[in-house]
């Protein structure tokens, strides 16, 4: 037996432990994730800007992609949480870019009904997000590693970009670009990655299907994912907590859609990027 075989064997022990635990009715568990994203400074004026503007920017920034959650759950419900900070006060003028942000309500998963519930605010409206799961072709492969006290292994899978998030946006190389292209401005700039490859690492010691925001599918917890400029990885487990709290499905704001809410967040994101390329040439006096 190889050392590979040997840790997969003592994971399957543990596994098997774990699901007699897992059996109670009134089972729950708490995981703390962190997240966090890069964004290219490219796409809002770089070049245009001064250093100094840039790090303004990037600090405003950095409270909206740096961000912490809890996944609250049990055999077949979930629900992810950020955890609110206290805003750091606003110096000057320019927009908040925790505004851009379209992610960041209450995510409600139900593994049992392939249902998701989630209650996002964006540009002031409130919005009650209706859909089945989206699901993830995974792979499963060999290769582990230990998280905290936790035996994980790796997965991966390749997604549809939604289209709208701007942290994906980046600079089309030069080489790239036709000589005779009609394209526009826009398109000589920009491009968004039609698809993500995403990398997960799970525990079967810990037997849910669950994981943090949209991730799930995989026989057991996830514990990190890493996708595009996004990695989430969690910093704490708490089993069976003294103090149990109720899962339960969010239920305010307009019902729409997954597709029509990524339309509406798409239009939005179109709109900005229009207004920063406006001031592009003005922007490092605003």
């Known amino acids: 037996m190889n050392l590979s075989q040997l840790k997969l ?4 022990l543990f596994s098997f432990y774990f699901f007699v635990s897992f059996a109670q ?3 729950q ?6 997240s966090k994203t890069t964004v290219d400074m490219s796409n809002f004026g770089g070049g245009q800007l001064s250093e100094e503007r840039k790090k303004q920017i990037a600090d405003r920034m950095k409270s909206a992609l740096e961000k912490s959650y809890i996944l609250t759950f049990n055999q077949t419900e979930s629900i992810y949480k950020e955890e609110q900070k206290l805003d750091a006060p606003n110096q000057g003028g320019g927009m908040r870019f925790g505004m851009m942000s379209s992610s960041g309500g209450d995510e409600y998963k139900n593994i049992k009904d392939q249902q998701l519930l989630q209650e996002n605010e964006f540009f002031g409206k409130q919005f009650l997000i209706s859909d089945s799961l989206p699901k993830l072709d995974w792979e499963l492969g060999s ?8 035996m994980c292994f790796k997965a991966t899978a390749i997604k549809e970009a939604d289209g709208f998030d701007f942290s994906s946006f980046r600079r089309r190389d030069n080489n790239e670009k036709p000589k005779d292209s ?17 990398t997960a690492w799970y525990t079967p010691q810990i037997p849910v299907n669950q ?5 799930w599918g995989l026989p057991g917890l996830i514990l990190e994912v890493n996708a595009d400029r996004t990695t989430i990885l969690c910093s704490k487990i708490v089993l069976n907590p003294s103090e149990k709290e109720e899962i339960k499905a969010p239920s305010k704001g307009k019902k729409v859609g997954k597709k029509e809410y990524d339309t509406i967040v798409k239009e ?17 006096n605003h």
């Open 182 to 198: 009609t394209a526009t401005k826009t398109e000589d700039i920009e491009e968004l990655p039609k698809q993500i490859i995403v």
């Open 143 to 150: 290769e582990n590693k230990m998280i905290g006290q936790y």
């Open 211 to 215: 994981g943090p925001g949209e991730y």
């Open 9 to 12: 064997s003592i994971t399957l």
């Open 268 to 284: 939005k994101m179109e709109e900005m990027r229009e207004m920063f390329r406006g001031r592009g040439g003005r922007g490092g």
């Open 25 to 27: 009715k009134d089972f």
């Open 29 to 34: 568990g708490k995981a703390y994730y962190e």
